[in-house]
């Protein structure tokens, strides 16, 4: 299995950007899909976007995700990157990367509970103040 390891997460004030990274170790980076995804206080888990494994790194992002978030993946780095921008207060959550082999699981990880991502980082704190 791939290891897992957001960081860049804080404390921004609102209208503001972040960017935050998701570093594998282990198997190999590029035999894997990947995504974002977060959890605000007393909320589900929610999924913010999802990358391809590799070649042309399609991206899927839900209709509530689009316009302010952009996920893109370096695999020569090993790292996923989540790009966030005009930050909101209620995008105050844990941010949590995934990796799974079948980008599908991924697109519906929070829809259908038989589909559940392979790996899973311990996830970054993001708070926006006003």
């Known amino acids: 299995q791939v290891q897992l390891v957001e960081s860049g997460g804080g404390l921004v004030q609102a209208g503001g950007s972040l960017r935050l990274s998701c570093a594998a170790s282990?198997?190999?980076?590029?035999?894997?899909?990947m995504g974002w995804f977060r959890q605000a206080p007393g909320k589900e888990r929610e999924l913010i976007g999802a990358?391809?494994?590799?070649?042309?790194?399609?991206?899927y992002y839900p209709d509530s995700m689009k316009g302010r978030f952009t996920i893109s993946r370096d695999n020569a780095k090993n790292t996923m990157y989540l790009q966030m921008n005009s930050l909101k207060t209620e995008d105050t959550a844990v941010y949590y990367c995934?990796?799974?082999?079948?980008?599908?699981?991924?697109?519906?990880?929070?829809?259908?509970?038989?589909?559940?991502?392979?790996?899973w980082g311990q996830g970054t704190l993001v708070t926006v103040s006003t």
């Open positions: 995934a990796a799974d082999p079948v980008l599908q699981t991924l697109e519906v990880a929070t829809t259908d509970k038989d589909k559940n991502p392979e790996v």
């Open positions: 282990g198997r190999t980076f590029s035999n894997y899909a």
């Open positions: 990358i391809s494994r590799r070649s042309g790194f399609s991206t």
